[in-house]
T-cell receptor, first 115, second 111 residues
Framework: DGGITQSPKYLFRKEGQNVTLSCEQNLNHDAMYWYRQDPGQGLRLIYY???????QKGDIAEGYSVSREKKESFPLTVTSAQKNPTAFYLC??????????????FGQGTRLTVV | QKEVEQNSGPLSVPEGAIASLNCTYS??????FFWYRQYSGKSPELIMSIYSNGDKEDGRFTAQLNKASQYVSLLIRDSQPSDSATYLC???????????FGTGTSLTVIP
């Protein structure tokens, strides 16, 4: 089945620890995105990537890092510099072939909690 | 000013009624508009996309777009309890690189 897989579903981070969230897609999409969702604030863009080996900061990139070494994969690292990382993290992808008409499709999300 | 604005609700309608969800956007160059449904604790699911002025119907759902007024809406006819969710409006910016999301409208359909 084609889709976007995020893992793990739940993740617990200790203070001062870096953690990496996985996002893999088999839709052959060029563009991938990471969003953070907090209650009452909608989705906020962290990073996005249009092609392999290239990515751009979104609105709230501080304390996060990404890589795009393969078309299928776009992992997000939440570093210790991110002071309030508890949130629901969503990975999405879209096809650049359809230009501005392309829809974004989401993985099932990772819920990160600081303990 | 936020890129995309929605009334947060909550919006409650009786079963069988029409639910009307509204969204405005700030970037006049936006070209693509989407409605997502998000159940509690789950990820957003695409339910409608619209690119041209006017109405687009898909089953019980109708999306309406008015680019002059920078307004997009979603009508849900014959609302069902299973429609109870948060509905997110999204806009693809004029450069096509980013999706901007509203904060969502919470809908409850009362049996």
């Amino acid at each position: 089945d084609g889709g976007i897989t995020q893992s793990p579903k739940y993740l617990f981070r200790k203070e001062g620890q870096n953690v990496t969230l996985s996002c893999e897609q088999n839709l052959n999409h060029d563009a991938m995105y990471w969003y953070r969702q907090d209650p009452g604030q909608g989705l906020r863009l962290i990073y996005y990537s249009q092609i392999v080996n290239d990515f751009q900061k979104g609105d709230i990139a501080e304390g996060y890092s990404v890589s795009r070494e393969k078309k299928e994969s776009f992992p997000l690292t939440v570093t210790s510099a991110q002071k309030n990382p508890t949130a629901f993290y969503l990975c999405a992808s879209s096809s650049r072939d359809r230009g501005n008409s392309a829809e974004a499709f989401f993985g099932q999300g990772t819920r990160l909690t600081v303990v | 000013q936020k890129e995309v604005e929605q009334n947060s609700g909550p919006l409650s309608v009786p079963e069988g009624a029409i639910a009307s969800l509204n969204c405005t956007y700030s970037d006049r160059g936006s070209q693509s508009f989407f409605w997502y449904r998000q159940y509690s604790g789950k990820s957003p699911e695409l339910i409608m996309s619209i690119y041209s002025n006017g109405d687009k119907e898909d089953g019980r759902f109708t999306a309406q777009l008015n680019k002059a007024s920078q307004y997009v809406s979603l009508l849900i006819r014959d609302s069902q309890p299973s429609d109870s969710a948060t509905y997110l409006c999204a806009v693809n910016g004029k450069n096509g690189n980013q999706f901007y999301f509203g904060t969502g409208t919470s809908l409850t359909v009362i049996p």
